[in-house]
């Protein structure tokens, strides 16, 4: 700390967009309080982030490292939205080939924090060396993290593995009543995609030991969402447990949000009834069979809703967008229905008052979104700990999960047609809107959330 009082913080994120937001936007309110930033990631990654607004940017420092070079990783991919999802460990393997460069850059800069992510486990270890204490900065909620239990569960999965039925139940350490679990289709899904592990170190042992060895725990949530969530995780943890806010947006970021590509979505979104338009998009890096895309797409027109559909090929794929959906679709949809192909302003969308409804794969950052504006949620969780959260949704009655087949995952266009109509329109989806409304005051509510970042901060420089 300088004599004004101000920190040094050294952020380094894992390589996915949904992890490099959420820590410059962290890195931006730290920025806010004076506190100097240096941000750290690879030279095309770093091209990728948003620009940071003039008045903050003398204390945002990007510090890029080249990504060590792994046989198995297409040239240029520095990022999970580079490569499809079956070579994600040949990523992790490439990172961790970072850990001399960071130290070397650590050594040099004399840092007052660390906050770093889950992938980079060997990180505490580094930083108990050069005397900096470090915090682990999840970008899972609480009840995600609590699922996965203690350190000590965690690395004791590294060593024993699991058998699928495992995480079908709710743990027994949570004490209260719970519907988070997996559903089996999600675990069988995550072992099929796992293969071969060349990093060597399984997501498990990351997080095992990224937690196990931080100083304290800062968490993308707050306390009025999930109270008894983040009390157990302390419990569990044995160590701090600081809530930072959901680290909602800014009106300035809104508004300057993909402008090119603004122009012709908001004629589109214009056009439509007040809160009569069902938003679907299902993140980044998510990739739907053949037959889901068709199931999906075909739901979406019984569903007889106006829809706004953000439609992105796999990383890789030489599929033309088009080619992905039902023959005829579009033609038939044209009018009611928008297919968007290609990334999408999704923050200013869901901002329009035309959009009354999300068809999300549940991602964190995607539900921050769409609560952050009162949206009701149709819960389609892709993989990950998405499905954790759709259930944490669900038990809260912001929103409604699309049925689906508990051992093979597959859906129905009437599955799909059926929960939209409710979310949107139905009579029983009345207290769905109404508490997903109510969660506009919280997730959204930038003075509130400033507060976490404010209590954050003074814990930083009280430690």
């Not at 915090?135 to 609590?146: D, E, G, K, T, Y």
């Not at 964190?364 to 009701?376: D, V």
Request: glycine content about 8%.
């Amino acid at each position: 700390m300088d004599s004004s009082g101000a920190l040094h913080v050294v952020m380094f994120p894992w390589l996915a967009m949904g992890h490099f937001i959420p820590f410059l936007e962290l890195s931006k309110r730290l920025a806010q309080k004076g506190h100097r930033v240096s941000f750290v990631s690879t030279p095309r990654n770093i091209k990728r982030l948003p620009q940071i607004p003039p008045h903050l940017s003398p204390l945002i420092n990007f510090v890029s490292l080249p990504l060590p070079h792994v046989d198995t990783l297409p040239e240029n991919a520095e990022a999970s939205i580079d490569i499809p999802a079956q070579i994600s460990q040949s990523l992790k393997k490439a990172f961790d080939g970072l850990e001399v460069p960071l130290t070397t850059f650590l050594q040099n800069s004399n840092p007052n924090w660390i906050i770093f992510d889950y992938a980079s486990y060997w990180l505490p270890g580094v930083a108990a060396k050069l005397g900096v204490p470090c915090v682990f900065f999840s970008l899972f909620n609480a009840a995600v993290l609590a699922f996965l239990g203690p350190p000590s569960a965690l690395l004791r999965v590294e060593e024993e593995g699991f058998k699928p039925e495992d995480l079908t139940v709710v743990p027994k350490w949570v004490p209260f009543h719970s519907n988070v679990f997996y559903r089996l289709h999600e675990v069988l899904k995550y072992m099929e995609g796992a293969g071969e592990n060349e990093s060597g170190v399984s997501d498990f042992y990351r997080f095992g030991l990224a937690i196990r060895d931080s100083n304290f725990v800062a968490l993308r949530s707050c306390s009025e969402f999930e109270p008894d969530w983040i009390r157990l995780l302390g419990e569990l943890l044995k160590k701090p447990v600081i809530p930072v806010g959901f680290l909602p947006p800014s009106a300035e970021d809104i508004e300057k949000e993909g402008d090119a590509k603004w122009v012709i979505i908001r004629e589109w979104l214009d056009k439509q009834g007040r809160e009569s338009v069902v938003y679907v998009a299902l993140g980044t890096e998510t990739t739907l069979s053949r037959e889901e895309l068709n199931e999906l797409a075909l739901g979406l027109e019984k569903s007889e809703l106006p829809f706004f559909w953000v439609l992105r090929k796999p990383p890789g794929s030489n599929q033309n967008e088009s080619e992905m959906l039902p023959e005829g679709f579009e033609e038939r949809t044209r009018g009611r229905g928008f297919v968007y192909m290609g990334w999408a302003p999704q923050v200013r969308i869901l901002a329009h008052p035309s959009v009354g409804g999300f068809l999300t794969h549940c991602g964190w950052n995607s539900i921050i979104e769409g609560l952050g504006f009162g949206r009701a949620l149709a819960l389609l969780p892709v993989g990950n700990e998405q499905g954790l959260n759709a259930r944490l949704l669900e038990g809260k009655k912001v929103g409604l999960e699309i049925p689906r087949n508990e051992r093979d995952g597959s859906f129905t266009s009437d599955s799909v047609a059926e929960s939209v109509r409710v979310v949107m329109v139905g009579k029983d989806g009345e207290p769905l809107r109404a508490k997903a409304r109510e969660m506009k005051e919280l997730f959204g509510d930038r003075n509130r959330n400033d507060r976490y970042v404010d209590f954050f901060s003074q814990y930083l420089e009280g430690a």
